[in-house]
Nanobody
Framework: DVQLQASGGGLVQAGASLRISCAAS????????IGWYRQAPGKEREGVAC????????YYSDFAEGRFSISRDNARNTVTLQMNNLTPDDTAVYYC??????????????????????WGRGTLVTVSS
């Protein structure tokens, strides 16, 4: 069975940093684009960042650009999202998703969101003011 396991969430204060990870199993990880998405209470799920399977091209939403950094370790089947300078607006459940795709389209973040082959259970990030 394919599993995506998100971990690393927690409670932090505004301005702090946090690193969350997505560990995958049961799939050919190298061929999958991986994305992070988040859903805050009362809001729709939105894209945060993603990383392609081809040369690990990275994509960021506007709010993540410059504060968050996504990376992947194919040897460990893991994608990590480093989040810096967190604000209360970053409070949400963060989910990772995987899409089999060996290309680098400009709209990869939305492609994964709409067509992901697999979703993991989320990890809660709470940022206090």
């Amino acid at each position: 069975d394919v599993q995506l396991q998100a971990s690393g969430g927690g409670l932090v204060q505004a301005g702090a940093s946090l690193r969350i990870s997505c560990a995958a199993s049961g799939l050919t990880f190298d061929d999958y684009a991986i994305g992070w998405y988040r859903q805050a209470p009362g809001k729709e799920r939105e894209g945060v960042a993603c990383i392609s399977s081809v040369r690990s091209r990275t994509y960021y939403s506007d709010f993540a650009e410059g504060r968050f950094s996504i990376s992947r370790d194919n040897a460990r089947n893991t994608v990590t999202l480093q989040m810096n300078n967190l604000t209360p607006d970053d409070t949400a459940v963060y989910y990772c998703a995987a899409l089999w795709l060996t290309a680098n389209p400009d709209n990869l973040l939305s492609l994964i969101h709409q067509h992901a082959d697999y979703w993991g259970r989320g990890t809660l990030v709470t940022v206090s003011s």
